[in-house]
Protein backbone atom coordinates (compact mmCIF):
# COMPACT_ATOMS: atom_id res chain seq x y z
CA UNK A 1 0.00 0.00 0.00
CA UNK A 2 0.86 3.62 -0.75
CA UNK A 3 0.69 6.26 1.02
CA UNK A 4 -0.51 9.53 -0.36
CA UNK A 5 1.33 12.60 -0.04
CA UNK A 6 2.59 11.13 3.61
CA UNK A 7 4.96 13.94 4.32
CA UNK A 8 1.91 16.43 4.11
CA UNK A 9 0.21 14.40 7.26
CA UNK A 10 2.73 15.06 9.84
CA UNK A 11 2.50 18.22 12.00
CA UNK A 12 5.48 19.82 13.43
CA UNK A 13 6.84 20.55 16.84
CA UNK A 14 9.31 23.23 15.63
CA UNK A 15 8.86 26.98 13.77
CA UNK A 16 9.92 26.53 10.10
CA UNK A 17 9.04 29.50 7.76
CA UNK A 18 9.29 30.06 4.21
CA UNK A 19 10.22 32.50 1.51
CA UNK A 20 7.27 33.76 -0.15
CA UNK A 21 7.12 32.22 -3.63
CA UNK A 22 7.25 35.16 -6.92
CA UNK A 23 3.58 34.88 -8.03
CA UNK A 24 1.98 34.93 -4.59
CA UNK A 25 0.27 38.36 -3.27
CA UNK A 26 1.96 38.91 -0.30
CA UNK A 27 4.01 42.15 0.98
CA UNK A 28 7.40 42.11 -0.18
CA UNK A 29 9.46 40.60 3.11
CA UNK A 30 6.84 38.29 4.52
CA UNK A 31 7.23 34.82 4.79
CA UNK A 32 5.11 32.05 5.49
CA UNK A 33 4.79 29.46 8.75
CA UNK A 34 4.85 25.35 8.11
CA UNK A 35 2.94 23.70 10.13
CA UNK A 36 2.80 20.38 8.52
CA UNK A 37 5.72 18.80 6.84
CA UNK A 38 6.41 19.72 3.18
CA UNK A 39 8.52 17.47 1.12
CA UNK A 40 12.17 19.17 1.34
CA UNK A 41 11.73 19.90 5.10
CA UNK A 42 14.65 17.83 6.77
CA UNK A 43 12.09 17.57 9.62
CA UNK A 44 9.29 16.20 7.02
CA UNK A 45 10.03 12.55 7.26
CA UNK A 46 10.57 12.44 10.86
CA UNK A 47 7.09 13.70 11.42
CA UNK A 48 5.93 11.40 9.01
CA UNK A 49 7.44 8.64 10.81
CA UNK A 50 5.98 9.62 14.03
CA UNK A 51 2.01 9.98 13.06
CA UNK A 52 2.66 6.54 11.13
CA UNK A 53 4.56 5.34 14.24
CA UNK A 54 1.49 5.83 16.67
CA UNK A 55 -1.35 4.79 14.60
CA UNK A 56 0.44 1.32 14.38
CA UNK A 57 0.48 1.40 18.18
CA UNK A 58 -2.84 2.25 17.94
CA UNK A 59 -3.79 -0.71 16.55
CA UNK A 60 -1.80 -2.82 18.57
CA UNK A 61 1.50 -3.26 16.55
CA UNK A 62 4.95 -2.35 17.90
CA UNK A 63 8.13 -1.88 15.87
CA UNK A 64 10.87 -4.14 16.20
CA UNK A 65 13.79 -3.53 18.32
CA UNK A 66 16.64 -4.38 15.11
CA UNK A 67 14.42 -2.39 12.85
CA UNK A 68 12.20 0.23 13.63
CA UNK A 69 10.89 -0.03 9.81
CA UNK A 70 8.99 -3.01 10.38
CA UNK A 71 5.80 -3.42 13.20
CA UNK A 72 4.15 -6.49 14.28
CA UNK A 73 1.17 -7.83 16.34
CA UNK A 74 1.71 -9.24 19.52
CA UNK A 75 1.17 -12.86 18.18
CA UNK A 76 3.62 -11.96 14.99
CA UNK A 77 1.25 -12.97 12.87
CA UNK A 78 0.71 -9.76 11.06
CA UNK A 79 3.73 -7.58 10.07
CA UNK A 80 4.10 -4.17 8.54
CA UNK A 81 7.00 -3.32 6.43
CA UNK A 82 7.68 0.52 6.52
CA UNK A 83 9.76 2.33 3.66
CA UNK A 84 9.24 5.66 4.01
CA UNK A 85 5.09 6.07 2.58
CA UNK A 86 4.77 2.73 1.04
CA UNK A 87 3.64 -0.07 3.21
CA UNK A 88 4.61 -4.14 3.03
CA UNK A 89 1.95 -5.97 5.10
CA UNK A 90 2.37 -9.46 5.51
CA UNK A 91 -0.30 -12.47 7.64
CA UNK A 92 -0.69 -15.75 7.24
CA UNK A 93 -4.41 -15.35 5.28
CA UNK A 94 -5.19 -12.21 3.06
CA UNK A 95 -8.27 -12.29 5.84
CA UNK A 96 -5.78 -10.91 8.43
CA UNK A 97 -4.54 -8.09 6.51
CA UNK A 98 -7.61 -6.65 5.83
CA UNK A 99 -8.73 -4.82 8.93
CA UNK A 100 -5.70 -3.32 9.10
CA UNK A 101 -5.87 -2.04 5.39
CA UNK A 102 -9.60 -0.36 5.96
CA UNK A 103 -8.24 0.92 9.23
CA UNK A 104 -5.32 2.77 7.10
CA UNK A 105 -7.58 3.26 4.24
CA UNK A 106 -9.77 5.26 6.91
CA UNK A 107 -6.72 7.29 8.68
CA UNK A 108 -5.08 8.05 5.63
CA UNK A 109 -5.39 8.50 1.81
CA UNK A 110 -4.47 5.84 0.43
CA UNK A 111 -3.40 3.44 -2.61
CA UNK A 112 -3.70 -0.05 -2.71
CA UNK A 113 -1.03 -1.32 -4.86
CA UNK A 114 -1.85 -5.33 -4.74
CA UNK A 115 -0.11 -8.27 -4.51
CA UNK A 116 3.59 -7.39 -4.24
CA UNK A 117 5.69 -8.59 -7.10
CA UNK A 118 8.70 -6.19 -6.60
CA UNK A 119 10.31 -4.06 -3.79
CA UNK A 120 12.97 -2.37 -3.25
CA UNK A 121 14.89 -4.11 -6.21
CA UNK A 122 13.68 -7.47 -4.89
CA UNK A 123 11.76 -9.82 -7.60
CA UNK A 124 9.00 -11.23 -5.59
CA UNK A 125 7.22 -14.94 -7.08
CA UNK A 126 4.52 -16.29 -6.13
CA UNK A 127 3.37 -19.50 -6.42
CA UNK A 128 0.08 -20.13 -5.16
CA UNK A 129 -0.11 -23.66 -6.22
CA UNK A 130 2.95 -24.83 -4.76
CA UNK A 131 2.35 -22.16 -1.76
CA UNK A 132 6.23 -20.96 -2.40
CA UNK A 133 7.43 -17.40 -2.31
CA UNK A 134 10.96 -16.78 -4.14
CA UNK A 135 12.43 -13.36 -3.79
CA UNK A 136 15.31 -13.04 -6.55
Known amino acids: MDVV ?11 AYLEVLEG ?13 GLPG ?3 SGRT ?6 AF ?20 RTLIVALYV ?5 FAPTVDRIQPLKQALSEAFEM ?3 GESKF ?10 TAKTITID
Do not use: C
Open 24 to 36: LDLPQGKVLKAVK
Open 5 to 15: SAYLLGELEED
Open 48 to 53: WNRKIT
Open 85 to 89: DDLLL
Open 56 to 75: FEEHSLQNLPADHSVSVNKE
Open 111 to 113: KDL
Open 119 to 128: VLSISIIRDH
Open 41 to 43: LKQ
